[in-house]
């Protein structure tokens, strides 16, 4: 039962123009929303998160949009460098008491930015 | 200065055995935890401990023994090894609630 799903295993867009990166889940519990970035032979390394209760946050050139209706979400990259090509992981989270962080990840979306 | 560290990288053995992969964190976070990737790239939570103590158990077979010596150190022991345990192994360590930070992983290739 995959509650995150990224239904595109690779994208590959042209250097300067936009990436979006899609994500979506099927637990309403979930609060919390995390894109992790992945290169090869690292572990992931956190980028930008988003709160339920919000449904924009921006950093920089990464926006993640947050749609609870549609249980979507989206990470937005602008203007796409190659440094950002790696692969994306979506997680959702849901807390433990504020203890610790139950993260439930997607399976990730090979991103390829073209010179 | 590695934030999140893990060893080893690498790790080729045979059905059967016992090995055992350590984490160490230097960020000071009270919450360490391990995550499997598998053959699929599908990145699972094992186990999750707050101050050495266990709050998640994810449904691992105890073959998988977690030990938390202390709240920097948390190392997965793994008894009878089996072909289906090959995978990557990441520790991780966050803040209470907050996001995690992620080690390089731990590659476990059963023969």
């Known amino acids: 039962d995959q509650q995150v799903k990224q239904n595109s295993p690779s994208l590959s867009v042209q250097e300067g123009r936009i990436s979006i990166l899609n994500c979506d889940y099927t637990?309403?519990?979930?609060?919390?929303f995390l894109w992790y970035k992945k290169y090869p032979a690292e572990g992931p390394t956190f980028l930008i998160s988003i709160s339920s209760i919000k449904d924009k946050n921006e950093d920089g050139r990464f926006t993640v949009f947050l749609n609870k209706s549609a249980k979507h979400l989206s990470l937005h990259i602008v203007p796409s460098q190659p440094g950002d090509s790696a692969v994306y992981f979506c997680?959702?989270?849901?807390?433990?008491?504020?203890?610790?962080?139950?993260?439930?990840f997607g399976t990730g979306t090979l991103l390829a930015v073209q010179p | 200065d590695t934030a999140v560290s893990q060893t080893p990288k690498y790790l080729v053995t045979q059905m059967g055995n016992d090995k055992s992969i350590k984490c160490e964190q230097n960020l000071g976070h009270d919450t360490m935890y391990w995550y499997k990737q598998d053959s699929k790239k599908f990145l699972k939570i094992m186990f999750s401990?707050?101050?050495?103590?266990?709050?998640i158990n994810e449904t691992v077979p105890n073959r998988f023994s977690p030990k938390s010596p202390d709240k920097a150190h948390l190392n997965l022991h793994i008894n009878s090894l089996e072909l289906g345990d090959s995978a990557v192994y990441f520790c991780?360590?966050?803040?209470?609630?907050?996001?995690?930070?992620f080690g390089e992983g731990s590659r476990l290739t059963v023969l």
């Open positions: 401990y707050n101050n050495k103590e266990l709050i």
């Open positions: 991780a360590s966050s803040q209470a609630a907050g996001e995690l930070f």
């Open positions: 997680a959702a989270s849901v807390g433990y008491g504020g203890a610790t962080n139950k993260l439930i």
């Open positions: 637990n309403s519990m979930f609060d919390y």
